[in-house]
């Protein structure tokens, strides 16, 4: 009796261990499918910013670069076996470094992310660069670089042309020496160059991958420049048969009603066309703007940055079925 009770308590022993066994491989598989398709996604992701101008370094928090990715035309300050293994501060000019130190700074902190324009000399040539810097887990940096020199050019001519025009303006009619209908025509140059600000500053639309565009806005948003917004996100919707809108407003400064109720028209006009549109860098003084003015997005998606936006299309965009016209 006492041989039947020790073989049952066994076989209940081995049973326990063939269920922890079963379990622990169903662990490991579901493991092993999350890990491939995160490598699944990281490729597809490098593959997109390989043939992308900016550039994408992974950093330490100290700002030790330990990886990158950029596209074989764009140019280095240095080659990567100058900045691989070192601290980005001790690679560029000390000036320079010394931003990057309390902008990397700023990115370990409490805030989470920061940005930072700078110039180098290229060549003999003064490039200017906006950096984006973001926390990453623990103990990592992502920083995302983008030549901007050309964007800062126009803006820098647009702006000298607008303090000429509005010194002549006050000179002339301090002066009172130009008459009632030159000075209108002055004021409307002003008012033209300063149109021509909010044009030199903002980006259009941009092919991010097969069926996913991206729209950074920069600047204010008036009714003219919403009535050119939307016209110009329904015709690339259509031309590319774009699946994914990625509409970033990081940089702009503020919303009003006609704003708000642009952004809301661009979301209900996209969703008409079978897209899904995604809006990224919504600041929180914009956001409690929006909730103030009671800005229906109909469900839109949100997300913190444009990176994060490509992030989630690239996700789901093999699930999602694209509307062919």
Same mark, same amino acid.
């Given at each position: ?22 379990? *622990? ?38 700002? !030790? ?10 140019? *280095? &300050? ?10 980005? +501060?001790? #690679? ?6 010394? +931003?990057?130190?309390?902008?990397? $700074? ?11 324009? &700078? ?9 200017? &660069?906006?950096?984006? #810097? ?16 050309? @964007? ?6 647009? *702006? ?20 009632? $209908? ?6 409307? @140059? ?6 021509? !600000? ?6 259009? *639309? ?31 919707? +259509? ?5 994914? #809108? ?19 028209? #661009? ?12 809006? !990224? ?30 992030? &989630? ?5 093999? !699930? ?6």
């Amino acid at each position: 009796m006492e041989e039947t009770a020790t073989a049952a308590r066994l076989r209940a022993e081995n049973d326990e261990l063939r269920a922890r066994v079963a379990r *622990l491989e169903r662990e490991a598989a579901e493991a092993q499918r999350a890990t491939e398709e995160r490598l699944k996604l990281a490729a597809a992701l490098e593959i997109i910013f390989r043939g992308m101008p900016d550039l994408f370094f992974q950093l330490r928090l100290d700002g !030790t670069i330990t990886h990158f990715l950029a596209s074989p035309t764009t140019p *280095l &300050y240095v080659e990567p076996e100058f900045f691989l293994g070192k601290r980005m +501060q001790d #690679v560029l000019p000390p000036e320079v470094g010394a +931003q990057f130190e309390a902008t990397f $700074a700023t990115a370990a902190g409490p805030a989470g992310k920061a940005r930072l324009e &700078y110039a180098l000399d290229m060549g003999g040539e003064t490039e200017w &660069y906006e950096a984006r #810097v973001i926390r990453v887990g623990e103990d990592g940096l992502i920083k995302v670089v983008r030549n901007i020199t050309e @964007q800062r050019r126009d803006r820098e001519a647009v *702006l000298r042309l607008n303090a000429e025009l509005e010194a002549r303006v006050a000179e002339r009619t301090a002066a009172l020496e130009v008459a009632a $209908a030159e000075h209108v025509a002055l004021q409307q @140059q002003v008012i033209e160059a300063q149109r021509a !600000t909010l044009l030199a500053l903002s980006t259009p *639309l941009v092919p991010i991958a097969r069926h996913v565009v991206a729209v950074p806005l920069v600047g204010d948003v008036d009714a003219d420049r919403a009535g050119r917004l939307l016209e110009a996100i329904l015709e690339g919707v +259509q031309a590319r048969r774009a699946a994914f #809108v990625l509409l970033d407003v990081t940089g702009v400064p503020r919303v009003d009603e006609v704003a708000a109720r642009a952004l809301a028209d #661009v979301t209900r006009a996209v969703r008409l066309l079978g897209a899904e549109l995604v809006l !990224t860098g919504i600041k929180p003084e914009v956001a409690r703007v929006l909730v103030e003015l009671g800005a229906d997005f109909g469900g839109a998606q949100t997300l913190p940055s444009l990176e994060h936006g490509i992030a &989630y299309a690239m996700r789901s965009a093999p !699930t999602r079925k694209v509307r062919m016209w």
